[in-house]
């Protein structure tokens, strides 16, 4: 296995499937799935998703880069490892997704959609994850790192979705965020059909979705952008210390969610609309027949504005700010404000 991409993007099994390295042992389990595990003994289990949307190119370069380094010896493995490129046939097409959206079908929603492509995936991909961990010590630290670049712009560049949870999220979980570049936090209050809360969910990981950049098509990402990402995903894997933590992340709360429910649906936006643009109390959000969404809180900020899903699906959702969190951030912090 040299290049893991090259081999997703042909479509074809590799003709070694498994190997072993004088630091790791690997395994081809799929198509787009690597499993590698250190020969020392290791507390840490860790999962990276790339390419649920395939469309959203450059976290997938990240990664592999980073496979390459390991799988050539250039850097030491610390963890055990489970890569998972979401979309093989959506990045060879360059496409969001063929049929439907991937990251609303875990948690058995696949099951719906029993013709569609992407149903199946989601599938495989949630017996990769129950495998992958079931094999490990009840003693292992269980991470989920899922790898995104947004559509539009950001306020916030570089941002991370964490799944609905009751659990305190772990300090060094929080640290290793903030050391990723990320400058803002958004916390959902209800479950979801994302990769990263069925992990969450079912195998009580530590999941964060990261959007660290704008979406674009192999060849034309500027990969400089995503250095501290990449310099942060390096660390964990191989136990290097993490490099020097950027500021704290300010943090969001979901506080609504804008449904397409019917072709009817209006969402009142310009389709130029930046995530994290505030919006003022009252003012009309959508509208879906009889149906209208408002500005319910003092201020709001949209996340993931897209009047284009397919009925059902969410149009975007609606933030309001952490304040208690945020005035103790310092009074230099970036502000997404109108």
């Avoid at 098509?217 to 490099?243: C, K, V, W, Y």
């Avoid at 994290?276 to 959000?285: K, R």
């Avoid at 509208?287 to 201020?299: M, S």
């Amino acid at each position: 296995m040299q290049d893991l991409l090259q081999q997703t993007l042909s479509g074809s099994a590799p003709a070694m499937t498994s190997g072993t390295l004088p630091n790791l042992r690997w395994q081809w389990l799929d198509e787009g799935i690597l499993e590698l595990t250190p020969l020392a003994p290791t507390q840490q289990a860790i999962a990276i998703s790339a390419g649920i949307h395939g469309n959203e190119t450059a976290p997938v370069e990240i990664l592999n880069a980073l496979i390459t380094r390991l799988l050539q010896g250039e850097m030491l493995l610390a963890a055990r490892l489970l890569v998972l490129y979401g979309n093989p046939p959506a990045l060879r097409a360059g496409k969001r997704y063929l049929r439907c959206d991937l990251n609303r079908l875990f948690g058995g929603r696949w099951q719906q959609f029993e013709n569609c492509p992407e149903a199946q995936r989601a599938l495989r991909l949630e017996q990769a994850l129950e495998t992958f961990w079931q094999v490990g010590t009840h003693q292992e630290t269980r991470w989920h790192l899922d790898l995104h670049t947004a559509i539009r712009g950001s306020y916030h560049t570089r941002f991370g979705v964490m799944p609905f949870s009751q659990r305190p999220w772990p300090d060094d979980f929080m640290q290793w965020l903030a050391a990723a570049g990320l400058e803002a936090l958004v916390f959902h209050r209800a479950p979801g059909g994302t990769f990263t809360h069925y992990s969450s969910e079912h195998f009580q990981a530590a999941s964060c979705t990261l959007e660290l950049g704008k979406a674009l098509p192999f060849g034309h990402n500027d990969l400089t952008q995503f250095q501290a990402a990449q310099q942060a995903l390096a660390a964990l894997i191989s136990g290097e210390p993490l490099p020097s933590t950027g500021k704290t992340p300010r943090r969001y709360r979901v506080t609504q969610q804008i449904t397409r429910n019917s072709e009817r649906f209006q969402l009142h936006m310009s389709p130029e609309t930046l995530n994290f643009t505030a919006f003022p109390q009252g003012m009309l959000l959508a509208e879906d027949g009889e149906t209208r969404y408002f500005v319910q809180q003092a201020r709001e900020y949209v996340l993931f504005p897209n009047p284009n899903v397919a009925p059902g699906l969410r149009a975007g959702l609606m933030l309001v700010e952490d304040n208690a969190h945020n005035a103790a951030l310092s009074v230099d912090a970036a502000e997404p404000l109108q």
